[in-house]
Nanobody
Framework: QVHLVESGGGLVQPGGSLRLSCLASGLTFSTYSTKWYRQAPGKEREWVAAISPLGRAGSSASYSDPVKGRFTIFRDNAKNMVYLQMNSLKPEDTAVYYC??????WGQGTQVTVSS
């Protein structure tokens, strides 16, 4: 049985940083495309960042335009965890952030609130 558990959310001031973590059981992250999504109140869930499975040349990352240059997705294969480092946070980054593996498995989400 697959479980994804996100953590690391919280309240942060504009310009601050947070690191979200996603821990997997029942699957190996390095063999899946793993993505972060977010959903703000009253809005649809949107894709934020993705990291490809581990290949011969390593992995590649991609980002949505609103977070490009501020967020970094990376994976620790030994710990079977995926992270989202979020810097220069803005109030519009406020949302529940979700981890997704392989398009099929979702975590429960972690709340990020950016406010002064």
């Amino acid at each position: 049985q697959v479980h994804l558990v996100e953590s690391g959310g919280g309240l942060v001031q504009p310009g601050g940083s947070l690191r979200l973590s996603c821990l997997a059981s029942g699957l190996t992250f390095s063999t899946y495309s793993t993505k972060w999504y977010r959903q703000a109140p009253g809005k649809e869930r949107e894709w934020v960042a993705a990291i490809s499975p581990l290949g011969r040349a390593g992995s590649s990352a991609s980002y949505s335009d609103p977070v490009k240059g501020r967020f970094t997705i990376f994976r620790d294969n030994a710990k079977n965890m995926v992270y989202l480092q979020m810097n220069s946070l803005k109030p519009e980054d406020t949302a529940v952030y979700y981890c997704n593996a392989g398009g099929a498995y979702w975590g429960q989400g972690t709340q990020v609130t950016v406010s002064s």
